[in-house]
């Protein structure tokens, strides 16, 4: 369902007024993000890289808020790609110690508001501090249901798939599924996104318009969101803002408009 009056001249106006022209009833049920433009801010200010992740950090702060402020239940964010290795050891391991603090410091604060955390990817590649403080805070928030907050760790959609795939073929062997019983939905379960829907939503920041081996599966049917904001800017009203223009799509899942209410997949 469009929400017309999101498609009204939005760019000026404050973040109150996006507020109250959001359709509550319409929202996304998962948000999908490209982190994109870290290091093009930092650039550009004549600052090291990691300031750009650094101050990044607050935009990922920021989207965690609203989506539980909105009651969106869960929001995937893309952290380091299995690509993101290639880069200079000195960006990397400032990434991963980032990483580390972040979880150090955020634990409590995501305790309290219910957020669960969950990462995918080949974590047992990072370093042993990082991937530590990532299984404890894994743990500790496993029970919380308020929302999910997915960060994806050296992750690339297509291992992604590869791996379902091998475990899926193990159990055919094992004699756990017959491969007459494979369909979508018991494939989607060996991904490691088992148990979120699909991302209603992908924002992808910094101007570029690609998917990069992101939830490749996953984001079969999503809405694309591309801005030239770069991700330390992406705060609180560039998130409205997308959210209106999300809101103005007509989501049709490659059936006709009369037939969304079913949102069968066609
Ligand atoms: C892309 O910008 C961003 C990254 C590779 C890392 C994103 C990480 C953070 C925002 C901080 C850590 C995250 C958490 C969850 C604590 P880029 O460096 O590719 O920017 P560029 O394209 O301008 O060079």
Not at 213 to 222: D, R
């Amino acid at each position: 369902m469009v929400n017309k009056d999101a498609t009204a001249n939005t760019d000026q106006l404050p973040e109150a007024e996006l507020l109250a022209l959001l359709d509550r009833t319409a929202l996304p049920r998962h948000i999908a993000i490209i982190m994109d433009g870290n290091g093009r801010w930092a650039e550009l200010r004549g600052l090291p890289r990691i300031a750009g992740h650094t101050e990044g950090i607050k935009s990922v702060r920021d989207m965690i808020t609203l989506c539980r402020d909105l009651g969106i239940k869960a929001l995937t964010i893309y952290a380091f790609s299995q690509e993101n290795w290639k880069r200079p050891a000195i960006e990397t391991n400032a990434l991963m110690m980032l990483l580390e603090q972040y979880l150090q410091h955020e634990l409590d604060a995501l305790i309290e508001t219910g957020v669960r955390f969950r990462a995918i990817g080949q974590i047992d590649s990072m370093p042993s501090s990082a991937y530590n403080w990532v299984r404890k805070v894994e743990r500790n928030t496993a029970h919380l249901d308020k929302m999910t907050l997915t960060v994806a760790l050296s992750y690339g959609g297509r291992s992604e798939i590869v791996d379902a795939v091998r475990q899926l073929a193990q159990d055919c062997m094992d004699g756990k599924v017959q491969p007459e019983a494979i369909d979508e939905p018991l494939l989607a379960g060996y991904l490691s996104t088992h148990g979120l829907p699909d991302p209603d939503l992908l924002i992808r920041t910094s101007g570029e318009a690609r998917i990069s081996n992101f939830l490749l599966w996953q984001l079969a049917y999503t809405e694309m969101y591309f801005t030239p904001t770069l991700w330390p800017d992406f705060r609180r009203r560039e998130a409205l803002l997308a959210l209106l223009e999300y809101q103005t799509r007509e989501r049709r899942f490659g059936g006709r408009v009369s037939d969304t209410h079913s949102q069968s997949r066609t």
